[in-house]
């Protein structure tokens, strides 16, 4: 059974620095492009970055300078790295699996195979 658990969430301020992660269970962790998309309230979900099976990453042009998406494949964990965050990165944080490539998702195939649950982000101004 396959088994994506977010962590790292939480209530921050403007400027502030979060470190998320998405753990992964059940899956051949290598062969799957990780990304994190997000949704904020009211809103649609959204992409935010992969980290592509092919060891390349894309970021969302909001988020682009500010946030670096990596991964640990002896953990089988997919990381965050949000820095300088805005009021604007406020949503639910999701992580999810694809076989696809990443340049495929961050172009909007967002097709996954597997989804997390989420983990909250609130940046308070």
């Known amino acids: 059974q396959v088994q994506l658990v977010e962590s790292g969430g939480g209530l921050v301020q403007v400027g502030d620095f979060l470190r998320l992660s998405c753990a992964a269970s059940?899956?051949?962790?290598?062969?799957?492009?990780m990304t994190w998309f997000r949704q904020a309230p009211g809103k649609e979900r959204e992409f935010v970055a992969v980290?592509?099976?092919?060891?390349?990453?894309y970021y969302a042009e909001s988020v682009k300078g500010r946030f670096t998406i990596s991964r640990d494949t002896a953990k089988n964990t997919v990381y965050l790295q949000m820095n300088f965050l805005k009021p604007e990165d406020t949503g639910v944080y999701y992580c999810?699996?694809?076989?696809?490539?990443?340049?495929?998702?961050?172009?909007?195939?967002?097709?996954?195979?597997?989804w997390g649950k989420g983990t909250l982000v609130t940046v308070s101004s």
């Open positions: 059940g899956l051949d962790f290598s062969k799957y492009s």
């Open positions: 999810a699996a694809s076989t696809q490539l990443g340049w495929r998702i961050y172009s909007g195939n967002y097709d996954m195979d597997y």
């Open positions: 980290f592509s099976w092919g060891d390349q990453s």
